[in-house]
């Protein structure tokens, strides 16, 4: 059984920085290409990174230079640093493959940027 557990979210100030984690199991995780999405209140799902197999990155424009996915295939998990955080980062935060997302969504983590 597919599982995607999202964890890292929480509460923090403009300019701050979290980073998520994302634990699957139940899928040949080296051989996904990954995905960080996010979906604000009334607004639909956004991908926000993606991560080949071999370490290849793209970024939703208007996070490039503050995020960065990486991942650990030893440890089937992916992550995503998030810096200089603005309140537009404001979403929950889920992971799923890419480009489909056919995986078993997760709970996401919930991610607040706010003073």
């Known amino acids: 059984q597919v599982q995607l557990v999202e964890s890292g979210g929480g509460l923090v100030q403009p300019g701050g920085s979290l980073r998520l984690s994302c634990a699957a199991s139940g899928i040949i995780f080296r051989i996904n290409t990954m995905g960080w999405y996010r979906q604000a209140p009334g607004k639909q799902r956004e991908l926000v990174a993606a991560?080949?197999?071999?370490?290849?990155?793209n970024y939703l424009d208007s996070v490039k230079g503050r995020f960065t996915i990486s991942r650990d295939n030893a440890k089937n998990t992916v992550y995503l640093q998030m810096n200089s955080l603005k309140s537009e980062d404001t979403a929950v935060y889920y992971c799923?493959?890419?480009?489909?997302?056919?995986?078993?969504w997760g709970q996401g983590t919930q991610v607040t940027v706010s003073s």
């Open positions: 991560i080949t197999t071999g370490g290849t990155t």
């Open positions: 799923n493959n890419f480009p489909n997302g056919n995986l078993n």
